[in-house]
């Protein structure tokens, strides 16, 4: 999330530098990665000019020679802008300016005339991406004032990292709140609180709207404009969106990203002239149909997708992407503005399905309150009216399925105290509270807090109110020495923890390197394993809400993680690889094992996941690298094997490998070199050799591993 800074202070000015109230926000937790400048390092040397006169450059056509006044005296300029004109006000960079690229301008000649100086285009500045010719600004600023008070040049950006349930700070005015708590300084009235409300009415008869799954859009707002003229948006306009990162395309939607920006909610902009009587039906996608979205694509929906359709199929994929059946353009002179809420899950879905990506469903995903469809229609019906010269229709149609109310949540007395240790006056919780955009109310000695739509998915509980006020009241400059009350025991590791920390160690001082991979993995990672069938370790839990399609089942063996890792590494220029990993795998509930390192689930319950703690190992390569004097020593079955008996020995115990009694139960090992390794008479996990289409699936020569239930060989020692 990108935050200009011009922008920020327009709503709440912090009196401090970007670099500073970056550390502040990040001291309770709202991270800012970085901060970074858009458009010349420096706005020096960019003044205002006025263009005398413009004549032909006498040794090349596309090129003119302007006389340009600077406010200190006339000078001499090429230009090779077709658009620059006597009387312009224009922006002019002075020899010894530095541009974005980070070239400093000096004076030279081009084709034997002199220049001193470049007048500037919207690129050359980083204020747009409109590149035809120079910069023309309105009449106002005189010759020689200075281009900063005129144009947001060298603009502070601030660049965000939202945590998914912080959705109120995917918002500029967010933001500026969360500037105004942790600062102190005043905050700007909300711009919706401001702004002329839309006309209430029953709607407008020129729209029929008609929602199938009221879950799969709570709400769903529509307002038409006409009289509109579509055209380039204003310079401050082109320049924010710029610096926000949003690539400026024309006055409708440049509103819709610009509102989005400032609110957090996203809009969408339809051309109702391009809509077959007005009818728009919020549905789920039948089988076969296709719609060609914004960016060009023609996509196929799978069934059930939720889309936003006309009387002849998809005009819009819901809180994604519009079509650009019904896209804005310059003919442009009727817009329905559409600000929903969809539901995050299903937005979610739909982005992983079609692999696209969007502003708007980044923030859909994470679940918007659907006050915010209002707050968004709000903003926008003064800046099309400002802006495109629209006129608002008769009202605004607005299909609201309301969420369950939820009453204020009780702050206990003394609450804040005992969880932070620390004493925090019941005044100062309310005013931090309130800063954050809480309603507060004290009630005896406790205080009731009702939660903003800005906030009504993430603050839910009690304990989440002791968060808000700790982490706003600076608890690493606060926060006193104080040793622990109450009955406290010294720390220490239980056997199993010890006995599982000396197999680890016996595998480093063997030479292996352990790795930490994801406990999530591919669905596919199953049959490049080979297995299948019945085996509990084909059929993986899966996740409800993954954080990609390739991480979205639990694994069940540790050998595709160590694998992944052993590929990177010969990726890498690596030649022999030694590598383990200790860790869970998640199996069916009531499949194999016990609980993790080996505890038993009380009574005869089932939990829905066993989880195991498993030990693998995979070595490629030799073991011990040739010289001059001695050929290298290839790895093979007895290398492994030695290296699972002086596990073994470690850990006061014995293990026996011996020829599995099923050749086809370890797919994934070559069938005529693995054996099973039993401790005292159970099996326990597998030694041997890769299959060699499975070391192919990951780039591997021979590779050879095992990999062992760590609890049942910990049980046994």
Known sequence: MKIPWSWLIEYC??????????????????????????????????????????????????LSVCVVDDGEGERTIVCGAPNVAPGQTVVVALPGAVMPDGTKLRKAKLRGVASEGMICSETE????????????????????????????????????????????????????????????????????????????????????????????????????????????????????????????????????????????QPMHAYDLDRIPGGELEIRGSRAGETVETLDGVERDLPEGTTVVCDRDGPAGIAGVMGASVSEVSAGTTTVLLEAATWSGPDILRTSRELNLRSEASSRFEKQLHPELAMR??????????????????????????????????RLRAGRVDRVLGLEIDQAEQQRTLEALGFAVEPDGGD??????????FDVTREIDLVEEVGRIDDLDRRLPATLPRGSGTVGGLSRQQALQRRAEDSLRESGFSEIVGWSFTDPGEAGRLRLGGSDPRARPVVLSNPLS?????????????????????????????????????????????????????????????????HLCLVWTGAVEPGSWNRMAEPVDFFSVKGVLERLASGLCTEVEVRAPEDPESEPFLHPARYGEVLVGGRTIGWIGQLHPAVAAEWDLADAFGFELDLAEMLAAS
Request: with cysteine; aromatic share 4%; charged share 20%.
């Open 13 to 62: 000015d912090p009196g401090l530098e970007p670099g500073a109230l970056a550390e502040r926000l990040a001291m309770t937790g709202t991270e800012v990665e970085r901060v970074v400048t858009v458009g010349p390092p420096s706005p020096e040397r960019f003044v205002i000019g006025k263009v005398v006169s413009v004549d032909p450059h006498p040794d090349a056509d596309r």
């Open 125 to 264: 500045l980083g204020l747009g991406t409109e590149s035809d010719g120079i910069l023309a600004l309105d009449e106002g600023p005189g010759a020689g004032t200075a281009a900063r008070e005129v144009l947001p040049l060298s603009e502070p950006v601030l660049e965000l990292e939202v945590t998914p349930n912080r959705t109120d700070c995917l918002s500029l005015y967010g933001v500026a709140r969360e500037t105004h708590a942790v600062t102190g300084a005043d905050l700007a009235a909300a711009p919706w609180d401001v702004a002329e409300p839309p006309t209430p009415g029953t709607g407008d008869d020129r729209i029929a709207i008609s929602v199938a799954d009221p879950e799969k859009c709570p709400r769903f707002t529509a307002r038409v404009y006409t009289g509109v003229r579509v055209g380039p948006s204003p310079l401050w306009l082109r320049a924010r969106l710029t610096a926000a990162g949003q690539r400026p395309i024309n006055n409708v939607v440049d509103i819709t990203n610009y509102v989005m920006w400032l609110t957090g």
């Open 376 to 409: 968004a229609q709000t903003v926008s019906a003064g800046l099309m009216e400002r802006l495109c010269g629209a006129s608002g229709g008769q009202g605004l149609v607005d299909l609201y399925a309301p969420l369950d109310q939820k009453g204020p949540i």
């Open 447 to 456: 205080l009731l807090v009702s939660v903003p739509p800005d906030r009504w």
């Open 549 to 613: 399609e390739d991480q979205s089942v639990m694994r069940t063996t540790l050998l595709g993680s160590v694998l992944d890792a052993a590929r990177r590494n010969l990726a890498r220029g690596t030649a022999d690889v030694a590598l383990f990993e200790s860790g869970r795998v998640y199996l069916p509930g009531g499949e194999a094992g016990p609980g993790p390192l080996g505890g038993d689930f009380p009574g005869k319950w089932s939990p829905p996941v066993n989880e195991p703690q």
